[in-house]
T-cell receptor, first 111, second 112 residues
Framework: DAGITQSPRHKVTETGTPVTLRCHQTENHRYMYWYRQDPGHGLRLIHYSYGVKDTDKGEVSDGYSVSRSKTEDFLLTLESATSSQTSVYFC??????????FGDGTRLSIL | TQLLEQSPQFLSIQEGENLTVYCNSSSVFSSLQWYRQEPGEGPVLLVTVVTGGEVKKLKRLTFQFGDARKDSSLHITAAQPGDTGLYLCAGTNAGNNRKLIWGLGTSLAVNP
């Protein structure tokens, strides 16, 4: 299995609180991605990174920010969580510019 | 907006049966990927097809990319319970490979 770890795996929090999800890889891949998966919508790209400190927005980036200070770590932050951000979040990595390996996801519930 | 439509949405079959699932679009893609996702896990990449008419085989799974690169199919021969899962297709266009266009998936259940 590709070395990609997401933490936490589950989280329940309240509306308005900040939340940070972490993705850690041991593959030294250049590209890292954050997706959310919701029924009826499938997988949607939130943000991606193509190198340390190099990030760009995906199709559903509003309300989310990311940071990548090291090759191996890609953080996703919800500055002020809303109920609409309840979802399953997946991190993915890729040597090229397409995601090849996905983490096992973080199930986030915002009450 | 490019869309990928997958059919059927749900499929329940008996072990040993054959099946085909489809991934269709009105747009042309430069490549198309198939993934399988099991409950509580992330998608796992099965195959990437890039050439119109291309056929790739992965054990009992056969993947085909349409001649016009607008559609793809996945055929499973002699399905087994271990094939159970959500099958997702995702396509990339020539201009923006980082942003895959995803289908909603076919949920397959293979009953022993």
């Amino acid at each position: 299995d590709a070395g990609i770890t997401q933490s936490p795996r589950h989280k329940v929090t309240e509306t308005g609180t900040p939340v940070t999800l972490r993705c850690h890889q041991t593959e030294n891949h250049r590209y890292m991605y954050w997706y959310r998966q919701d029924p009826g919508h499938g997988l949607r790209l939130i943000h991606y990174s193509y190198g340390v400190k190099d990030t760009d927005k995906g199709e559903v980036s509003d309300g989310y920010s990311v940071s990548r200070s090291k090759t191996e770590d890609f953080l996703l932050t919800l500055e002020s969580a809303t109920s609409s951000q309840t979802s399953v979040y997946f991190c993915a990595i890729g040597a090229g510019d397409q995601p090849q390996h996905f983490g096992d996801g973080t199930r986030l519930s915002i009450l | 907006t490019q869309l990928l439509e997958q059919s059927p949405q749900f499929l329940s079959i008996q072990e040993g049966e054959n099946l085909t699932v489809y991934c269709n679009s009105s747009s042309v893609f430069s490549s198309l990927q198939w993934y399988r996702q099991e409950p509580g896990e992330g998608p796992v990449l099965l195959v990437t097809v890039v050439t119109g008419g291309e056929v790739k085989k992965l054990k009992r799974l056969t993947f085909q990319f349409g001649d016009a690169r607008k559609d793809s199919s996945l055929h499973i021969t002699a399905a087994q319970p271990g094939d159970t899962g959500l099958y997702l297709c995702a396509g990339t266009n020539a201009g923006n490979n980082r942003k895959l266009i995803w289908g909603l998936g076919t949920s397959l259940a293979v009953n022993p």
